[in-house]
């Protein structure tokens, strides 16, 4: 790690990390307002019908079986499709940035004429990637904690296997990150990169939708992130989703090495 | 001892050729100029040395270290200022000398405010406020602040007025005198002339001269004219004078050896008026530049050897 490109990295993303920390602060406060409120007043008479069912289901990447407890359906808020757009944000911005941002508007040139190696660059970047992923997540569970503690409505969740959430889903950032950086890798234009990793969390977003729809595409399930990302039964049964954590830190750390041995190895030109 | 030295460096990007077997040394203390048209492989030879590019072939050592392995160890003694610079928008002078200084591990805040005050740069405007001049003059300030032993300059003079061009000159032989090495490219022959003590030239990825400014200049020429009392003068001219035009006893040409040479051959010829003007390297680089296939050219395998 060198301290002078953290300074910098911290000084040109400082203000991206704040701005998703608190929506992602004000999305979870929100739901935990809103989704007690909405399953009392008519959450189960909708949850009778069939395409909501699915609906929630393929959000929450889980079968309900014609039934949400409490716990279950606030559940909805860790999966809610905004929560994870700010999330994956963070990915998309900021995992683009080294190398493809850097070459992409010229100032790979003064980074790299620094003293440091690539894989020194590419780490301190890392570093201020994953600190910035637990600031916004972390946000997340305090707009939660916050809202829970002035506003108790509902049943309150626990907040050992809110922690476990926490956790799967920082893995979940960790995996798309580490896919980030590799496509960025192989990138000399942001642009062309962002748009990459857009498509395939998208792809991957779809598919966890259509598996609920279509028999066919569950086949596919397993090639979807969002597959290994379920908070229903963490909040429900507060068990450790310890294979779904494992294949995404695995496969986040296959990409990050990867990506990082593509900076090492490849030559670096301006564009 | 060489600060760079590189054996038959080669790089190709697909079948286009970037350099092709360049050989040169840089020895401390010497102002080495890197000259050539545009895509003649100068900022390719520059990449290699500073590790952004890997070498098909051949291989490079700059202060002794390899320059694909040691790359951060290299950089820390080395300045490189960027043909096209690019820096952040958010950058001010102040900000890059505690970035690249925490990036060091030295403070930078002395040495820098010297170059701020010597090239009149307000340190408190950021990139995205600043001309081109001042962004060339931030990026030299970042470039020369932690005192180098060896200058990359990729064009450096580009943005910049003539006052400041002056005092960057001024610099650099201060830096050069002081036993530090500097190596730039660059299109612009006046400022290699006053400047370099040696010059390679590229040509196409190929090294087609590379030797001292003094045997340069004695090759290239000097534009002479001859006002002889007799018209038409009826002598043969000799062999080192390249005659141009020969019109009513007057000559004009180029003189292809020692001044003196040609003053003993005029010593006891009826001359009415005669001019010597200062080596013309402008048509030597150009004859370098423009003649199509290399092998036309003087032989010149190796630059840089003191």
Known sequence: MNRGLLRKTIRETRLMILLLAVALFLMEAVLSWILPNFQQQIGQQWLQIEFIQNVISALLGSDLGGQLSPAGFQSIAWVHPVALSLVFTHELVFCSRMPAGEIDRGTIDFLLGLPVSRWQAYFTESIVWLAGGAVIIGCGLLGRLAFQALEPTGEPLEIGRLLIVIANFYLLHCAVGGFSYFVSSLSDRRGRAIGIIFAVVLASFLLQFLTQFWEPARSLAFLGILNYYQPLPILTQGTWPIANMFTLSTVGACFWVAGGMVIARRDIRTV | ?306
Not at chain 2, 61 to 78: N, S
Not at chain 2, 100 to 106: D, K, S, V
Not at chain 2, 168 to 195: K, T
């Open chain 2, 1 to 306: 001892m060489s600060v760079i030295v590189a054996r038959d460096l080669t790089k190709f990007y697909g079948t286009r050729i970037g350099v092709e077997n360049l050989s040169l040394e840089v020895a401390e203390g010497m102002i080495f100029g890197f000259l050539g048209p545009n895509g003649a492989g100068k900022t390719t030879t520059i990449r290699l040395l500073l590790g952004f590019l890997r070498a098909d072939r051949g291989e490079a050592r700059v202060l002794g270290r390899d320059c694909w392995r040691e790359t951060a160890e290299i950089k820390a003694r080395v300045g490189y200022l960027p043909g096209d610079v690019r820096l952040y928008p958010w950058m001010t002078a102040r900000s890059g000398l505690r970035i690249a200084g925490a990036a060091r591990g030295l403070d930078l805040a002395p040495r820098g405010q010297e170059l701020i005050e010597f090239l009149e740069l307000d340190p408190t405007v950021s990139v995205r406020d600043m001309s081109r001049g001042m962004r060339q003059k931030l990026a030299l300030i970042l470039t020369l602040a932690h005192d180098p032993d060896l200058l990359i300059l990729d064009e450096p003079t580009s943005g910049l007025d003539p006052l400041t061009q002056e005092r960057l000159y001024a610099h650099l032989r201060d830096c050069a005198e002081r036993g530090n090495a500097v190596f730039f490219s660059s299109h612009v022959l006046s400022e290699v002339e006053s400047l370099c003590d040696r010059v390679a030239i590229l040509r196409a990825g190929r090294l087609v001269a590379g030797e001292s400014l003094d045997s340069l200049k004695e090759r290239a020429g000097r534009a002479v004219t001859i006002h002889f009392q007799e018209r038409p003068a009826a002598y043969d001219a000799p062999e080192f004078l390249e005659i141009g035009e020969n019109k009513n006893g007057v000559w004009k040409g180029s003189l292809r050896a020692p001044v003196n040479q040609l003053l003993d051959w005029l010593r006891d010829k009826p001359i009415a008026d005669l001019s010597i003007g200062a080596p013309d390297l402008e048509t030597l680089f150009r004859r370098y530049y423009e003649e199509d296939d290399p092998s036309h050219s003087p032989p010149a395998a190796k630059a840089g050897e003191r």
